[in-house]
């Protein structure tokens, strides 16, 4: 069940002092939900300034501003369940499977190895076979283009700005925003055959999101303060104000089913096929799930040499429809970019109780909203601010991933490992640590 | 003839007797062409379990001169990490008259 940190339209109350007087007026703006806070990030109405102007005719002015941060900025939503359901099922711990030797007649283990962490291998874990596992990760997100999550630039401009005189007045904002996710992943595989697994992935995640939206008037085409301002909080008028959106939820995100089975499983080499279809079970409105059924079918191949066991994983995923594509807050729908995936390493066993686990994980998605940086030029002809915009483009994101498995008891393993940003692109944290525990039956 | 399939009925008694003890040295009394690389898989595979119970039938045994080809079914059971696992297969032993008596030469699948 979703639970959800509200903060409804909270104004600080104006203090006393003069010095207080001058601070900007702190918004906090009511969030319904994370998909649509940053639209509602300034208000049902969008960024619409003070003015005690009148148009000819005594019309009152309205002073609306507009830019991408604001209508295209829940694409930021998009991009943070993207990173959520490319993370795939920890391979089970076939690792104490064991393989009859007919040649001699004894039996070995069917790898030294316990596994990758991240990526799949070619085995299956053997008929009537139960492996556990969970593993939770802690995603701090820091960058999206390779723009620094804390100070994300976004210009506003006037409704109608082309006409110039005071429409040519600019609102820059610098805005930070900070989203955690914690993620806690049960998966069960089964093997129902020698050759044929299938596997369950439950996620319940935590997500908070938080943006603070710093707002200054840069009065390019006006001289009266009048005409563009913020209402300070003693009633002054002023020229700069900070908008904040806190929310936060938990809940059940989307559920993987895995099905996989080899097609070669030769002495030291194996293929294997499957498909996992993700079930849209998580709230989407929440940023609990995609609100999209996909289905991705994937191709494995793995090897073992002695010690070492590289293997290579190949995906595409189809996804359907989800309002986080489209537009949240209208509830319009639009497809969730598709995207390929892909992975490649090798998992070495160090001694019978440890395997150190690496990877190159990547994803190519495609067609996908991006931000892109870029200046912008008011119409004064001299005034430049930094900006973003969004664009359609299929972009390549790739990680490292580094990981142990012990084997601490009886057939438990632990698993610990840290999947690193190689590049920029996308929506990207840093570093990213996971714990797990795995048992198998 | 009599005297032959008793003792290639010891060979194989023996062979199931290596693997339940965990004994190299009996397993290379019967199969004494064993190489360095398959001595070191028999080794790994004592190693990787706790125990493993072979049960043995002797489904026929076709003389070539001094070579012989005995056909068996095996039951293979391992305990590991506290799991039990079962197998049953099929094999044909070859084996081979030495002057010391009768010796598996290759087990086949």
């Known amino acids: 069940m979703a639970t959800r940190l509200v903060l409804a339209g909270v104004c600080l109350l104006a203090m006393g002092s003069a010095a207080r007087a001058q601070e900007p007026y702190n918004l906090a703006v009511p969030v319904k939900n994370l998909a649509t806070l940053f639209t509602g990030l300034y ?104 723009l620094d999550l804390s100070k994300v630039p976004a210009v506003f401009t006037h409704d109608n700005a082309q006409l110039l005189g005071g429409r040519q007045d600019v609102v820059t904002t610098l805005n930070s925003i900070a989203a955690n996710v914690s993620q806690f992943t049960t998966f069960v595989t089964l093997g129902v055959t020698d050759r044929f697994d299938i596997s369950l992935a439950v996620p319940v995640l935590s997500n908070s999101l938080t943006v603070v939206s710093d707002a200054t008037i840069q009065r390019l085409g006006t001289t009266n303060p009048l005409t563009h301002f913020f209402r300070l909080s003693n009633g002054d008028v002023g020229d700069r104000r900070i908008f904040t959106a806190i929310g936060s939820a938990s809940g059940l995100g989307d559920l993987t089913v895995r099905l996989k089975t080899t097609l070669r499983n030769a002495a030291w080499t194996g293929v294997a096929i499957g498909v996992d279809v993700r079930l849209p079970t998580g709230d989407e409105m929440d940023l609990l799930g995609t609100g999209a059924a996909g289905v991705q079918p994937f191709v494995v191949w793995s090897a073992n040499f002695a010690k070492v066991s590289p293997h290579v994983n190949a995906g595409y995923q189809w996804n359907g429809s989800s309002a986080l594509a489209g537009n949240p807050a209208a509830g319009e729908s639009a497809s969730l970019p598709n995207q390929a995936t892909y992975a490649a390493g090798a998992d070495v066993s160090v001694n019978s109780r440890l395997t150190v686990a690496f990877d190159l994980l990547g994803r190519y998605v495609v067609n996908a909203k991006r931000l892109v940086s870029q200046e912008f030029h008011a119409l004064d002809g001299t005034s430049v601010f930094p900006n973003i915009t969004f664009t359609n483009a299929s972009f390549n994101e790739l990680n490292g991933a580094f990981g142990l498995k012990t084997n601490v008891l009886g057939r438990l393993l632990l698993d610990v490992n840290l999947l690193f940003a190689i590049d920029e692109h996308g929506l990207r944290d840093k570093v990213t640590p996971l714990i797990g525990l795995e048992y198998a039956f | 003839m009599e005297d032959d399939e008793a003792a290639i009925h010891r060979v194989v008694a023996t062979y199931q007797r290596a693997i339940e003890n965990k004994d190299l040295a009996l397993f290379r009394s019967v199969k004494p062409n064993l190489s360095r690389e398959e001595e070191r898989r028999i080794e790994e595979g004592f190693r990787a379990v706790t125990s493993q119970q072979v049960s043995i039938t002797v489904l026929s045994i076709e003389r070539r001169g001094q070579e012989a080809a005995v056909r068996l079914r095996r039951r293979d059971t391992i305990e590991a990490r506290g799991q039990r696992h079962a197998t049953e297969s099929q094999q044909t032993m070859t084996l081979a008259r030495t002057n010391g008596g009768w010796v598996i030469v290759e087990i086949g699948r």
């Open chain 1, 43 to 146: 208000g049902p109405n969008g960024l619409v300034l003070d003015s005690l102007a009148t148009l000819p005719g005594e019309q009152p002015h309205s002073a609306h501003f507009n830019n991408d941060f604001q209508a295209n900025f829940s694409q930021f939503s998009t991009a943070l369940v993207g990173q959520l359901v490319t993370l795939p099922l920890p391979s089970p711990a076939s690792g104490f499977t064991y393989r009859f030797d007919p040649t001699l007649g004894v039996f070995q283990r069917s790898t030294q190895s316990f596994g990758p962490i991240l990526a799949e291998r070619a085995e299956t874990i053997g008929a009537g076979r139960v492996s556990f596992g969970f593993a939770f990760q802690r995603f701090t997100f820091d960058t999206i283009e390779g």
